[in-house]
């Protein structure tokens, strides 16, 4: 848990300097590109749906479109070539009551999930900068 509040607050801290885009696509190389970005998310989506905290809010969700727009995304985000063509994350989430508990159970499966693919810790950090200004228009409860 301090782990998740440490790598929390890097993120937040980071996130407006680090959202701005540079053209830098090494971040997109450390997570392995489109292919290391690919197996990533088969992982995280496969544990968002076994874990307990989050498993109801993807009940009903095409979960292979889910993974391309997750992986789409975090290309998009860290630097790569690809196009991001989901939804606003307000929209996306709209209705959803998601609350801090659910949202800070989600980055903690997608920590473990960054783990076990053996992404280095600083790597991880850049790209949860990268995501921590989402979580204004993803938490509505």
């Known amino acids: 848990m301090t782990r998740l509040l440490i790598t929390l607050l890097l993120a937040f801290t980071l996130g407006q300097a680090s959202a701005q885009s540079t053209g830098n696509d090494s971040l997109y190389k ?5 292919a290391g970005l690919t197996l990533l998310m088969d992982d995280f989506v496969q544990r968002l749906v ?5 498993q109801a809010f993807f009940k009903n969700t095409d979960l292979s479109r889910l993974k391309t727009q997750l992986t789409d995304q975090l290309c998009m985000l860290s630097g790569g070539p690809c196009k991001y063509t989901g939804r606003d994350m307000k929209s996306a989430h709209m209705g959803m009551a998601v609350g801090k508990s659910e949202f800070n159970a989600l980055v903690e499966v997608l ?3 960054m783990d076990a693919k053996n992404i280095a810790f600083t790597d991880q950090n850049r790209m949860l900068a990268l995501l921590a200004s989402m979580h204004r228009d993803i938490i509505t409860k």
């Open 30 to 34: 450390a997570f392995g590109e489109k």
């Open 50 to 54: 076994a874990e307990p905290r989050t």
């Open 111 to 113: 920590q473990e999930a």
